[in-house]
């Protein structure tokens, strides 16, 4: 079973817009985990956010979190040709230790 | 920086071969996973470690073995290889506290023939 699903699956933009991801989950968790895969790479980790934040930023990354709708979004903005890749949230449920994966939104951004 | 290594980024087996794919941390992480990636599927977590000696099955474990004899190691066991297990593969590791991020190996790429 996986935790997290993303939404888009694919998203393809032009650079200079915005990119916006969604992820939605399934349990109660301990945090919410954003990470990007460059093609047929491994995995890098760009930013968590804790069950009781609502918001946070990262230079061009603005990701929210809505514990409500078990819900996250990952905004790129001003997006760039080099941020073409795979994006994926994950989190661990509810006081386990294991980090699981959503099936990740592919982002294209055009030149 | 923390470094995850996996042994080879590129592995060709034959059907019924006892495979072994290794991943070595040097950052003394307690916690560690197995990962296969499938195109349209994500990452699905195959085991995952949380010290020496100690294993959790995670959603896919059928066909596969885990091994962790010393803290830095954490090996990966394809007891008898099939078509099916032809797949990306990914380490990570991450500290036992329940809020820091994971880090990966760049991946081995098994093709099971």
């Known amino acids: 079973s996986q935790q997290g699903e993303e939404d888009p699956q694919a998203l393809s933009i032009q650079e200079g817009e915005n990119a916006t991801m969604n992820c939605s989950y399934k349990t109660s968790i301990n945090n919410l985990q954003w990470y990007r895969q460059n093609s047929g790479r491994g995995l890098v980790h760009l930013i968590l956010i804790r069950s009781n934040e609502r918001e946070k930023h990262s230079g061009r990354l603005r990701v929210t979190l809505d514990t409500s709708k078990k819900s996250s979004s990952l905004l790129i903005t001003a997006s760039r040709a080099a941020d073409t890749a795979s994006y994926f949230c994950a989190s661990p449920p509810g006081g386990s230790y294991k980090l699981i994966f959503g099936s990740g939104t592919r982002l294209l951004v055009r030149p | 920086d923390v470094k995850v290594t996996q042994s080879s980024r590129y592995l060709v087996k034959r059907t019924g071969e006892k495979v072994f794919l290794e991943c070595v941390q040097d950052?003394?992480?307690?916690?560690m996973f197995w990962y296969r990636q499938d195109p349209g599927l994500g990452l699905r977590l195959i085991y995952f470690?949380?010290?020496?000696?100690?294993?959790e099955k995670g959603d896919i474990p059928e066909g596969y073995s885990v091994s962790r004899e010393k803290k830095e190691r954490f090996s990966l066991i394809l007891e008898s290889a099939s078509t099916n297990q032809t797949s990306m593969y990914l380490c990570?590791?991450?500290?036992?506290?329940?809020?820091?991020?994971?880090?990966f190996g760049q991946g081995t790429r098994l093709t099971v023939v």
């Open positions: 950052m003394d992480h307690e916690n």
């Open positions: 990570a590791c991450e500290r036992r506290n329940m809020n820091t991020e994971a880090f």
């Open positions: 470690s949380y010290d020496v000696k100690m294993k």
